[in-house]
């Protein structure tokens, strides 16, 4: 079966960082566009980030830009969310998604997801 599994989040302080990944298995996702998705308590669920498999073609939420970074290791089928520069508004669950429709910024875009893992920034 397809599977999306995310690593463990943490509690890190404001300005700190933390690196997220998310391993793939179950089918070829070559054709595919990886994406990260945050939500906060009360709020709807916010695009972060996305990177091609095939291309490695990047895409960023502005609200992230400068300070995220995606990629992804196609020998590993892995994808990683390095985030840099924390603020307390970053505080969500991160989840990792998997779409074949190219790069778009909402959920409906993305067949699969992961379980979701929580971030908490402290100020």
């Known amino acids: 079966q397809v599977r999306l599994v995310e690593s463990r989040g943490g509690l890190v302080q404001a300005g700190g960082s933390l690196r997220l990944s998310c391993a793939a298995s179950?089918?070829?996702?070559?054709?595919?566009?990886m994406g990260w998705f945050r939500q906060a308590p009360g709020k709807e669920r916010e695009f972060v980030a996305a990177?091609?498999?095939?291309?490695?073609?990047?895409n960023y939420a502005d609200s992230v830009k400068g300070r995220f970074t995606i990629s992804r290791d196609n020998a590993k089928n892995t994808v990683y969310l390095q985030m840099n520069s924390l603020k307390p508004e970053d505080t969500a669950v991160y989840s990792c998604?998997?779409?074949?429709?190219?790069?778009?910024?909402?959920?409906?875009?993305?067949?699969?997801w992961g379980q979701g893992t929580q971030v908490t920034v402290s100020s």
């Open positions: 998604a998997a779409g074949p429709r190219g790069f778009i910024a909402t959920p409906e875009g993305y067949d699969y």
């Open positions: 179950g089918r070829t996702f070559s054709t595919y566009v």
């Open positions: 990177i091609s498999w095939r291309t490695g073609n990047t």
